[in-house]
């Protein structure tokens, strides 16, 4: 995922497939993750597409729930 091209969707899909028992990320492993700055991940915080809330002096990025598969 280069800057220019990472989508929300695409970032959110990869948050919401990691398998792991984690309900948010900090700033710096979600750029890690994804491939973007951090100022880009902040970027995305700053205009509301990125949902992240404030724990003390900390920001984390909320994981998306993934979608249960519904059953045949």
Known sequence: ???GNATIADINALLALRRDN???YS???VAE????SERTVLRRIADGTLH????GAR??????Q?????AA
């Open 59 to 64: 920001t984390l990025i909320v994981k998306p």
């Open 33 to 36: 993750m994804t491939g973007l």
């Open 27 to 29: 700033i710096r492993e």
């Open 66 to 70: 993934s979608q249960p598969e519904k």
């Open 22 to 24: 984690r309900v948010s």
């Open 52 to 55: 992240a809330v404030r724990a």
């Open 1 to 3: 995922m280069t800057e």
